[in-house]
């Protein structure tokens, strides 16, 4: 079982500055995190049902256990995560815990 | 580049029908559609910035490519298992597109 941090953004106003923001800032921010195994981005392209979107990416950061994960959550370099978070996406992000399985 | 089927489930009334429908059911037939890679399911435990989480569970299914995605979108089996999301989690489910990165 993987431990996953899902930060799934909404529709931004700015779709090329927000992809820009993450690609180049966030993206090297989260790597920083100690104990990660892996990133997974998921660029939504459409509704499966039509009509708009309402999510335009879903980030997954892996992480191989419990005790790793805690360890990352409460390090420096997430914290500097969080803040670069709130400086692009506050109020347009929701950011869940999941226990994955792949059975 | 893997192309996914995202669903987003919201929280439902009754967790453990909906867990026991998921898993006994609807699992299942997702397995049966033709070229499908991989299921991954994440079951969400929290939300990072407190209070209850909006969803249950976030289900991927992997596809190797776009072709064989378009394909097992339009089979008979993908046919039942609209059909029997519509049975358990309609109006309580996203469903998005995705290309995939794992960069």
Known sequence: MTIKLIAVYDQPDD???FFKHYEEVHAPLVKLTPGLQKVVLNRITADAFGGAAPYALIAEMH??????????????????????????????VKVLIAESIDP
Chains 1, 2 share one sequence.
């Open 63 to 92: 992480y191989p256990d419990q005790a790793t994960f805690d360890a990352a959550m409460k390090s420096a370099e997430n914290r500097a995560v969080g803040k670069d978070l709130m400086s692009f996406a506050k109020g347009k």
């Open 15 to 17: 779709a090329e500055a």
